[in-house]
């Protein structure tokens, strides 16, 4: 009895938790799949399409340029976020002063308000008098250029802002698991005449596996949801992803197609593609991960 009591006590106080949860997470989430497969355009009631969004995606060029920047972006931002937070993180892994210290500098951008990140980043490349990059190329007897205005630059620039704004949160989980790591194993390993390098590979990534695939999994993520770097950054140009659309991305495109043109159910669709595509990577990933430790 007093069993069933203590277990309707516990669903009685999960009830707020659940309702918030079921209202505004499981919800949502049907209601998007359903309006996936419908023509709506937040008017006329839904008018139900099948699958006829998701083929249309297979043929929309402008959703295939999204997706193959977004590819190229993802994979940059990634593998430079990546190894610019480890680089960091073995430069300022101690316990000193200077090392919290500069930790805490490169943490900050994680803890900025983004919009006010990128629109400094904005101000940098403006191709304007004021613009900081024009200004110091000056200095060197350069040529101003137009960065926000130049296709071939626009990824390449937004894997920098990727980089500088989330390799400081990248770096503080790889001081942790750094950390983690039992000297004796390097003790051992420098007695063997093992060189520092040899440390670092044998010993520091190996063990640091899980904590790599954690860091590569969640800047993916965040990756792939990219959209005030495209929306404020760029924003100066008629067009939402920028000049030719060189830095369209899936979810500024969304944004584009569900709130500009109105298109929700189209939108809808886009939303769960990015939801699948993100899914399956993830857990290629993990499976990867799992499988080289237990080679390993």
């Not at 997470?25 to 099948?50: A, C, D, M, Q």
């Amino acid at each position: 009895m007093a069993t069933k009591r203590g277990t309707l006590t516990s669903v009685v106080m999960l009830l707020p938790f659940l309702a918030l949860f079921a209202g505004f997470l499981i919800w949502p989430l049907i209601n998007s799949l359903y309006l996936s497969l419908t023509k709506f355009n937040g008017v006329r009631p839904p008018e139900f399409v099948g699958l006829a969004n998701f083929a249309r995606l297979l043929e929309d060029e402008r959703f295939l340029r999204a997706l193959s920047n977004t590819l190229v972006y993802v994979l940059a931002a990634v593998a430079l976020t990546t190894t610019f937070a480890l680089l960091l993180a073995l430069a300022f892994r101690g316990q000193g002063w200077g090392d919290r210290i500069m930790r805490t500098v490169f943490f900050l951008p994680s803890v900025t308000s983004t919009i006010a990140l990128f629109l400094m980043w904005r101000w940098i490349f403006a191709a304007e008098d004021y613009g900081l990059a024009n200004t110091v190329s000056g200095w060197f007897g350069g040529e101003p250029v137009a960065w926000l205005a130049t296709p071939s630059l626009t990824i390449p620039i937004m894997v920098l802002m990727a980089a500088w704004s989330g390799m400081g949160y990248a770096m503080v989980i790889f001081v942790a698991g750094i950390n983690t790591i039992p000297e004796e194993y390097y003790e051992a390993a420098r007695i063997d005449g093992a060189t520092t390098w040899q440390q670092f590979t044998g010993i520091t990534l190996p063990l640091l596996r899980p904590v790599t695939t954690y860091v590569v999994i969640t800047t993916m993520i965040a990756a792939f949801q990219v959209f005030e770097a495209v929306y404020i950054v760029f924003r100066s140009v008629s067009n939402v992803g920028g000049v030719m659309d060189s830095g369209l991305m899936i979810v500024p495109y969304l944004y584009d197609m569900g709130f500009t043109k109105f298109q929700l159910g189209y939108a809808s669709a886009i939303a769960w593609t990015l939801f699948l595509i993100i899914f399956a990577i993830s857990l290629v990933q993990l499976r990867l991960g799992r499988t080289t430790k237990e080679l390993g």
